[in-house]
């Protein structure tokens, strides 16, 4: 829980819970919270503590930063540190919304479309249709579903996600390309981390 509420991410959450009480439209509220998380990604004093915070594992399955739940509508603030030239692998985020905001250093998105109507248990066939790279400042809304990777500059990045809720408690769809593989796991693990 953040105590500050004059810090920039006291604000953040202040306008976003009135942006859930204004907004009823999820595509239209999800495009609305994009400019108000902007404004968090420019205030030096979080880029300056971002600098401390703990560099999240990228394994089978990840970590997140947990920096704040919302008590009302269930909205989370995460962290994700990644070590240089780390990539995820290629999955969705299940029905979850996502605005996944670099705070510092840089990143290549991929996004892929699914070609098979998922009639075929463990089967699943991608193609890459939009590779996007991202800096400081850049926000990427990842909607229900959509399927992509992120992969890691040549330096250490960081980013602030919001989630419509926290992730790790249900599974998420995994997507292997080549072998046309397709599984599911459960998404980052949440470690709660107090912000300063
Ligand atoms: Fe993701």
């Not at 692998?89 to 029905?95: E, F, R, V």
């Not at 193609?127 to 800096?135: E, K």
């Not at 996600?161 to 949440?190: C, H, S, T």
């Amino acid at each position: 829980m953040v105590s500050q509420t004059k810090s920039a991410m006291g604000q953040f959450i202040t306008s976003m819970r009135s942006l859930f009480v204004e907004e009823q439209d999820v595509e239209k509220r999800w495009q609305r919270l994009a400019p108000l998380l902007r404004i968090l990604l420019s205030d030096p004093v979080i880029k300056a503590q971002s600098k401390k915070w703990p560099k999240c594992a990228q394994a089978e399955r990840a970590e997140n930063l947990l920096f704040y739940e919302d008590p009302d509508f269930g909205f989370v603030i995460n962290g994700l540190v990644k070590a240089p030239n780390t990539r995820t692998s290629i999955h969705d985020h299940a029905h979850n919304w996502t605005l996944y905001g670099v705070l510092d250093g840089s990143e290549n998105i991929e996004r892929y479309k699914r070609l098979d109507d998922g009639s075929r248990p463990d089967y699943a066939e991608v193609q890459n249709t939009d590779h996007i790279r991202v800096g400081p400042g850049d926000i990427d809304l990842v909607r229900p579903w959509q399927i992509h990777a992120e992969e890691s500059g040549d330096e250490r990045t960081v980013a602030i996600i919001v989630r419509a809720e926290k992730a790790g408690g249900f599974l998420q769809g995994r997507y292997d390309p080549v072998n046309k593989k397709y599984w599911q796991g459960y998404g980052p693990r949440q470690i709660p981390y107090r912000l300063d």
